[in-house]
């Protein structure tokens, strides 16, 4: 028996009001479940730095996501740390810099904020630290050792070939040389002249204490506070309080944190012993030492 029409006509406006009700559904749901940036409340961007420094690149991302977040109003720099290599937190200060044209910053001290992490606190536009911080620690080091005698003992010969005289500066299997020592002093007074550059510029310290808040000693927050290293003394719900203010935030504002990113157990392994490797070099007086902003035990 054939279908009447008309039938056949309900059936088909039936099934495409039906498709487009399921549209218009889960289009809504895709647009207010994403809440697009737009839409966000003002929030506070939270960047932790934690532990040793001796890599920049999770930071330098999580800086350059926040950057791009129109809802992020601020940041606040999370420090806890010691300090560590060079180059990465020369990168992350840097980065900090570019974001600091755009958006305010405020680094927060917890326990230790010292050496290479205050290097990089300094691109922030407050500094607020606890009374009893650990802080400072304004200086560069490298140390070596000599197993010379300890390879004699052991009667383990040792042969270097290499194409120029500097080339095994540092070598634990013999004494380091007038020139060589000399050659390590300017690389590390260098690098010390560029921490004492961005100090004096970004702190403006007085002229009468810059030799005596760069000399690599370490402050209580309430010494760095007196000596102009630090803005305010205070906790992490102060530091939030100050980013409201400076980012022109009304109400409670949203604390962002960067997702955790799951590590593959291969690159963990490699980062524990990095870590491990780089505590030796630095506490146990090891066999050698990169260039570190480290505050010495």
């Known amino acids: 028996m054939s279908k009447h029409p008309f039938l056949v006509f309900l059936a088909i406006v039936g ?13 809504i749901f895709l647009f207010f479940g994403q809440k697009p940036s737009i839409m966000k409340a003002d929030s506070i961007g939270i960047l932790k730095i934690e532990g040793i420094i001796v890599e ?8 350059r996501k926040f950057k791009e977040d129109n809802s992020i109003k601020a940041i606040i720099v999370r420090i806890d740390s010691p300090g560590g290599v060079v180059g990465p937190s020369q990168e992350i200060y840097s980065e ?10 405020v680094a927060s001290m917890g326990a230790l904020g010292a050496s290479g992490a205050y290097y990089i606190a300094c691109a922030a536009d407050k500094i607020i630290a606890n009374p009893g911080t ?18 004699q003992w052991a009667k383990l010969d040792h042969t270097v070939i290499k194409s120029g005289k500097m080339k095994d500066v540092g070598s634990p299997f013999r004494p380091m040389n007038p020139e060589e020592k000399e050659f390590l002093n300017q690389l590390v007074f260098n690098v010390h002249h560029q921490f004492k550059d961005v100090v004096v510029s ?27 290293l630090i803005d ?30 799951r590590m593959p157990l291969l690159r963990y392994l490699v980062d524990e012993s990095l870590n491990k490797f780089i505590d030796q070099v630095t506490t146990k007086n090891s066999i050698t030492s990169p260039l570190l902003f480290l505050m010495q035990p």
Do not use: C, W
């Not at 409201?244 to 955790?260: N, R, S, T, V, W």
């Open 202 to 228: 970004e702190r403006k310290i007085k002229s009468s204490d810059v030799e005596k808040v760069t000399d690599g000693r370490i402050f209580t927050g309430e010494q760095a506070k007196a000596l102009g």
């Open 15 to 27: 099934a495409f009001f039906i498709l487009l009700v399921t549209v218009i559904t889960v289009g």
């Open 96 to 105: 900090l810099k570019k974001l600091k044209s755009v958006k305010k910053v």
């Open 56 to 63: 920049s690149d999770p930071i330098l991302k999580t800086i």
């Open 134 to 151: 650990l802080t400072g620690s304004i200086g560069v080091i490298m140390e070596f050792a000599n197993l010379q005698k300890l390879y």
């Open 232 to 261: 305010q003394l205070g906790n992490f719900e102060d530091a939030i309080e100050v980013a409201k203010e400076l980012g022109h935030i009304k109400g409670k504002p949203e604390l962002l944190y960067p997702p955790k990113e």
